[in-house]
């Protein structure tokens, strides 16, 4: 059972730095490909990161590659986004999302529609 929730946002002037967590309070992570996501008032959802269910690999999106690093501890049943140099233009809503597997290693990390799982999102306020 997948039950996900996203606990560290607030709020942060920028430069600073955050980190958000990811708890599957419905048991564990292990064999899930995991993946954050971030959504701006008035924008669509956009990928931010994500990390391979044998945590091998990471991807990461344009604006977040440098500044942010995603991880995961599958025996604390978490995973995180550690964000740093954090700017205005980072003010969104994030979500965690994940999924059963990887599509025998061709998962599309930042496809929204691949992922079974989300969060209820966190708020990440960045002020100027």
């Known amino acids: 059972q997948v039950h996900l929730e996203e606990s560290g946002g607030g709020l942060v002037q920028a430069g600073g730095s955050l980190r958000l967590s990811c708890l599957n309070s419905?048991?564990?992570?292990?064999?899930?490909?995991m993946a954050w996501f971030r959504q701006a008032p008035g924008k669509s959802r956009q990928f931010v990161a994500g990390?391979?269910?044998?945590?091998?690999?990471?991807y990461y999106s344009d604006y977040a590659a440098g500044r942010f690093t995603v991880s995961r501890d599958d025996n604390k049943n978490r995973g995180y986004l550690q964000m740093d140099s954090l700017e205005a233009e980072d003010t969104a809503v994030y979500y965690c999302?994940?999924?059963?597997?990887?599509?025998?290693?061709?998962?599309?990390?930042?496809?929204?529609?691949?992922?079974?799982?989300w969060g209820q999102g966190t708020q990440v306020t960045v002020s100027a």
């Open positions: 990390v391979t269910l044998d945590d091998r690999r990471r």
């Open positions: 419905g048991g564990t992570l292990s064999g899930y490909s």
């Open positions: 999302a994940a999924t059963y597997g990887d599509n025998y290693g061709d998962l599309n990390y930042g496809d929204l529609d691949v992922y079974d799982y």
